[in-house]
C-alpha cells in the first residue's frame, strides 16, 4: 500500500488548478444509463472512484473509456444487475439504482457499505423509490427493484438531520423518466445536485428548482446523448486553500468557484487567513493570525462536512480553544486520535471536538482512516517540523486528483512510497 513521506515546516507557495468534482461526477456518470446514445463528460479527475464507477458501467454492459479528463460512456444496452462485489465497494454506486430502474423497469443493486463515517442509510432513497411505484426487496444483500413504468408524485425527502445529496441525486434521476411529474421537497442544495440537474437537462430532462430544496420534475419519454462539463471541486479548493493557510503560504488556486466555497471562505476570514477571492480564482496570503473559531456542519450552503477534518487542522494552528461540531455524519472524527499523535490536543465531547491549539506540533507515522481525515493528515504533516508518514494512502487517491504531485508543485517535500 502507497504512503506519503513529508518533511514539514515549510510554507506552500504558487498556483495549482482544482480539479473537476468527483461528488458530482459519480451520479453523472450514473446518468449515462440513462440514455441508450453517447455521451461525454469532459473535467473528469483521474481518480479511483470514478475508475470503479467505470468498472461498474461496463458490469452492466455499458463502454466506458476514460482519456486526459474526458469520459465517453454508452450505455447502448443495459443488464439490470451489476458486480455484486464492485458496487458494495464504494457508496456513492448507490445512485445508479434510480437510473437502472428508469431505464430498465428493474435493477438489482447490492446494498452499499457503510463506511468509517458511519452507517450511511439508504432508507430516503428507498422511500423516495417506492412513492414513484416501485416494488422494493432487499434480498442477499441486494435491493430488488421492479416497476412496469415510474409513476411521478410529491415526495417528501428530508431526513433526520435534513437533506440527502445521493438521495435526491438517485430520485431526480428516476423522476426525469416516470410518468408525470414529481416534486421533491427537501432536496439536497449542493451544487454537485445542481450539476447533474445541468447534465440531465442537457440529455432532454424536464427539471426546475435544482438547487432549492423544491425541485420539479416532468418526465419525458426518453433522454438522448449530451456532452458535459464538470463543475470544479469545492472541497478539493478547501483542501488546498486551508493546507495554504495552514503553512502561512501563499496560493493561489485556478479554474475554481468561490461562490461555491461562501462558508468555508466565511469560516477562514473569521479565523483570520488573509485571501483574496475572484470567481475563478482564490489567493490564500500568508501573515494571517490564525485565531481560535466555532463550527457546526451543516446541509449547503452551511460549512461543509467534507471539509472539517482539514478545518481542524487549521485549528491546530489558532490561538485559544475552538469547537467543531460534526451535524452531519454520526463518527467523522477519525482524525483527531492520528492528529494527536502529532502533538494536537483535542478533546472528542459527542458530536463536538474540542481543538487546544497552539500547542507544537512534530511529525510521526499516521494512518488515513477515510478520505477527508486523510486529506487532514497530509495537511499537519505539512505543518509540522521534522518527517511525517502517512499511511494507506488508497484512501486519498479516491478524492484527489494527484495530490502528492500538486504539493511538490508549490514547494511540498512530499514523497510517495511503498509502505514497508
Ligand atoms: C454525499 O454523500 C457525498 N458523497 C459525501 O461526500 C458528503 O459528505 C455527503 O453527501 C453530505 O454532504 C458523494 O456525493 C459521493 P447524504 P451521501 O445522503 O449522499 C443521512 C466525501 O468525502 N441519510 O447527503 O451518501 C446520512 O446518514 C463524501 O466526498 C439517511 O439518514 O450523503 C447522513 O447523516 C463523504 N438516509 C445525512 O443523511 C438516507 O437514505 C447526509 O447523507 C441517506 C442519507
Redesign the pocket.
Known amino acids: 500500500m502507497d504512503t506519503f513521506i513529508i518533511q514539514g515546516g515549510v510554507p506552500l507557495h504558487g498556483e495549482i488548478p482544482i480539479s473537476g468534482a ?3 461526477v ?2 453523472i456518470l450514473a446518468a449515462t444509463l440513462l440514455t441508450s446514445e453517447p455521451c461525454v463528460i469532459r473535467r473528469v479527475p483521474d481518480l479511483s ?1 470514478v475508475h470503479f464507477m467505470g468498472k461498474i458501467l461496463r458490469s452492466l454492459g455499458a463502454s466506458f473509456t476514460f482519456e486526459n479528463g474526458t469520459v465517453k460512456v454508452h450505455a447502448k444496452r443495459v443488464r439490470d444487475k451489476g458486480d455484486y462485489d464492485l458496487i458494495r465497494k464504494m ?2 454506486s ?2 445508479i439504482l434510480g437510473p437502472l430502474l428508469a431505464r430498465k423497469g428493474k435493477a438489482n443493486v447490492s446494498m452499499p457499505g457503510g ?1 468509517v ?11 423516495g423509490l417506492r412513492a414513484l411505484s416501485a416494488k422494493l426487496d432487499i434480498k442477499e444483500g441486494y435491493i430488488q427493484a421492479k416497476s412496469r413504468k415510474l409513476q411521478g408524485n410529491e415526495i417528501f425527502l428530508g ?11 438517485n430520485i431526480m434521476m428516476a423522476a426525469t423518466l416516470a410518468e408525470g411529474v414529481t416534486i421533491i421537497e427537501s432536496a ?1 442544495c ?1 451544487p ?1 445536485v445542481v450539476d447533474l440537474a445541468h447534465f440531465l437537462i442537457s440529455m432532454g430532462a424536464k427539471i426546475q428548482g435544482a438547487g432549492t430544496p423544491r425541485i420539479v420534475v416532468t418526465g419525458a419519454e426518453e433522454l438522448h446523448g449530451a456532452e458535459h462539463d464538470v463543475i470544479p471541486d469545492r ?1 478539493e479548493a478547501a483542501t488546498y486553500a486551508i493546507a495554504a493557510a495552514a503553512t502561512n503560504g501563499e496560493v493561489t488556486l485556478t479554474d475554481m468557484r468561490c461562490d461555491h466555497l461562501a462558508a468555508v471562505l466565511d469560516k477562514m476570514r473569521e479565523a483570520g487567513v488573509r485571501f483574496e477571492a475572484r470567481g475563478s480564482s482564490l489567493k490564500i496570503l500568508p501573515g494571517g493570525e490564525i485565531h481560535a473559531v466555532d463550527v457546526s456542519t451543516q ?2 450552503t452551511g460549512f ?3 471539509a472539517q477534518a482539514q478545518l481542524m487542522t487549521l485549528m491546530l494552528r489558532a490561538q485559544g480553544l475552538s469547537i467543531i461540531t460534526e451535524r ?3 463518527s467523522r472524527f477519525m482524525h483527531a486520535n492520528e492528529l494527536a499523535r502529532l502533538g494536537a490536543d483535542i478533546a472528542i465531547e459527542g458530536p463536538s471536538a474540542i481543538i487546544r491549539g497552539g500547542k507544537e506540533l512534530s511529525g510521526a507515522e499516521v494512518m488515513a482512516s ?3 481525515a486523510s486529506a487532514a493528515l497530509v495537511i499537519a504533516g505539512l505543518m509540522c517540523s521534522g518527517r511525517t508518514q502517512v499511511n494507506r494512502i488508497y484512501h486519498l487517491d479516491r ?1 484527489y486528483e494527484v495530490m502528492d504531485k500538486k504539493l511538490r508543485k508549490l514547494g511540498a517535500r512530499v514523497k510517495r512510497t511503498k509502505e514497508k
Open positions: 468527483k461528488n458530482a459519480l451520479p472512484d457508496r456513492g448507490i445512485c463506511c463515517i458511519g452507517t450511511r442509510p439508504i432508507d430516503l432513497h428507498l422511500k431526513g433526520r438531520v435534513g437533506p440527502t445529496v445521493l438521495g435526491t441525486a439536497a449542493e454537485e472541497i446541509p449547503y461543509p462536512t467534507d452531519i455524519f454520526e477515510d478520505l477527508r478524492g
